[in-house]
């Protein structure tokens, strides 16, 4: 086996609140190799924290601790901001649930695409123009020349998120961290997006962090799953095998999904265990 | 209950009106539970819309309870038809307590034993009276959301009319709101029109749907024909698709765009 693309031991992020610090990730390990791996949970299990954490995104005062955490052979821990601005866009890359609110709306999104281009490669005007109309390609946008002049407002939403894949990617990353990239679009378009983002990252051997609260979607696009609860990944499965999951909050969560096929009077609901609250370790 | 004929929904007027429905022709029956399904901008919740009274439509007739009801309701009107929306962080006065999110519509209806009433509305949705004093920040989006139903339910409708009741909410506070709205459906024998992007929500609770896209139902169906794939319309084959999470095998089709 080769060496992991992201190597994750012990990540704990911590805010102070009012009654004692809130640990939002306590103690979360895990590699990423040329994968897919997904993190699912409910909202406050600390799943878009972990992503945030990996990406150098968590601001004061939150506070990040960690056994190791490392990108390739980098050491990411204490890492100056300065350093972060190197590597993100360049080696990890971030897309995020809204299109709308993720891109630049006073800048065409070719520019958009050119300036990441241009920054990261130090490319001249010319050449990071020619790599966003190919990027533009790549994401499956038939006429790159048009959309390369439009503004975000004039894009639909699914291809405002072709558009911040083809953003993130330019650069060539190892790894792309997805926080819930398709819960802004219909369901018709979130696959089509999916796909592009599965083609892409298969293509190019890269790693991929799909963070989604649907456990339908992680199950059936990753290989690997974790399952986060209060902080804490409290089961890693196979992502096919989610069905025979063991831990009873993974289980009570899929029995509460309604299914279409198999209709109930009443959904079973989830009772929570205050043992899964505490410390794994 | 509910009965849509020949319904064409515009917003704006003139050479500029957006046509939002088409010609929609739609009955529930009482105490049926029908859903509407389609992607953003179908007109799904248009058409909950204008049948709450929100909006006025174009052309067509919408007969409520074997009425036919003009744009303009009278009190009864308003009182026989409640709808609760989907995000209860931006559906409920911030400033104002439970308490009185729920004294209003008994005001506005000049009900009596308002007292009483919320007190019951309260129990009806699993609500304590301790959650009777609280602003909605300090509920969490379950327990606003049952706030929500609360308020609808105090006027005692007979139709309930759901926009997206449970895509704000996680999959195990959803379970409890769906199997809630079941109960209460069943309690208090409620009409309900159901709009969601969820075909295993809408199946869940409703027998019929209908398939909106662009405007136009493309499809009814039952909530059993959906299950076994016997579905006519090619988008409503699509969405079956979508549903069933991503498949590799067929994620190649149509990847292609056009500019808008």
């Known amino acids: 086996m080769t060496s992991p693309l992201l190597t994750v031991r012990n990540l704990s992020v911590t805010y102070p609140g009012d009654d004692g610090d809130v640990r939002a990730v306590r103690n979360v390990s895990f590699t990423l190799g040329r994968e897919r791996l997904g993190i699912v949970g409910e909202s406050g299990s600390g799943k878009s924290t972990t992503g945030r954490a990996i990406m150098g995104l968590v601001g004061h005062p939150g506070r990040i601790a960690a056994d190791e955490l490392r990108l390739g052979d980098q050491d990411l821990r204490g890492l100056s901001e300065h350093g972060f601005r190197k590597l993100r866009g360049k080696r990890i890359a971030m897309v995020l649930q809204d299109p709308k609110y993720s891109l630049d709306p006073v800048m065409s999104v070719g520019q958009q695409i050119a300036e990441t281009h241009r920054t990261h490669l130090r490319s001249n005007p010319r050449d990071a123009r020619r790599a966003a109309l190919e990027m533009l390609e790549a994401v499956h946008i038939r006429d790159p020349e048009r959309v390369y002049t439009m503004y975000p407002h004039q894009v639909s939403g699914g291809m405002g998120q072709r558009v911040m894949i083809a953003m993130m990617l330019i650069a060539g990353p190892d790894i792309l961290i997805a926080d819930e990239p398709t819960s802004a679009l219909d369901v018709t378009v979130q696959t089509q997006v999916l796909a592009i983002m599965d083609e892409l990252v298969r293509g190019r051997g890269m790693g991929l962090l799909l963070i989604s609260h649907n456990l339908h979607l992680v199950s059936s696009f990753c290989d690997r799953v974790l399952v986060m609860y209060a902080g804490q990944v409290l089961e890693t499965c196979e992502a096919g095998k989610l069905a025979e999951a063991k831990h009873p909050y993974t289980r009570g969560l899929l029995a509460a999904l309604p299914q279409l096929g198999h209709r109930r009077a009443d959904l079973p609901q989830l009772q929570r265990d205050p043992t899964w609250m505490a410390d794994l370790v | ?260």
């Open chain 2, 1 to 260: 209950m509910i009965a849509l004929a020949d319904v064409t929904i515009a917003y704006g007027t003139g050479p500029r009106a957006v046509v939002a429905v088409h010609d929609l022709t739609l009955a529930v029956a009482e105490g049926e539970a029908v859903g509407l399904v389609g992607e953003s901008g179908s007109g799904k919740s248009t058409v909950l819309r204008a049948i709450a009274g929100l909006i006025p439509y174009a052309s067509g007739e919408i007969t409520l309870g074997g009425r036919r009801v003009q744009r303009r309701r009278s009190t009864a009107e308003r009182k026989m038809t409640q709808m609760v929306f989907q995000d209860p962080y931006g559906s409920l006065h911030p400033n104002q307590t439970v308490d009185q999110i729920l004294a209003l519509p008994v005001a506005i209806h000049r009900l009596d034993r308002g007292e009483a009433r919320i007190v019951q509305a309260l129990a009806e949705v699993g609500l304590g009276p301790e959650h009777r004093y609280r602003y909605p920040h300090q509920l969490s989006g379950g327990q606003r959301q049952r706030v929500a139903i609360a308020r609808a339910l105090i006027l005692e409708p007979r139709i309930l009319l759901l926009d997206e009741p449970t895509s704000a909410l996680d999959v195990s506070v959803q379970a409890e709101i769906l199997n809630l709205l079941a109960r209460l459906r069943r309690d208090h024998g409620l009409t309900l029109l159901m709009v969601s992007h969820d075909l295993a929500v809408i199946a869940h609770l409703c027998e019929r749907i209908g398939v909106m896209s662009r405007g136009h139902v493309v499809e009814i169906t039952t909530a059993t024909a959906m299950a076994n794939n016997q579905v006519t319309h090619d988008y409503t084959r699509e969405l079956l698709r979508s549903n069933a999470g991503f498949d590799r095998s067929g994620a190649d089709r149509n990847l292609d765009v056009t500019a808008a």
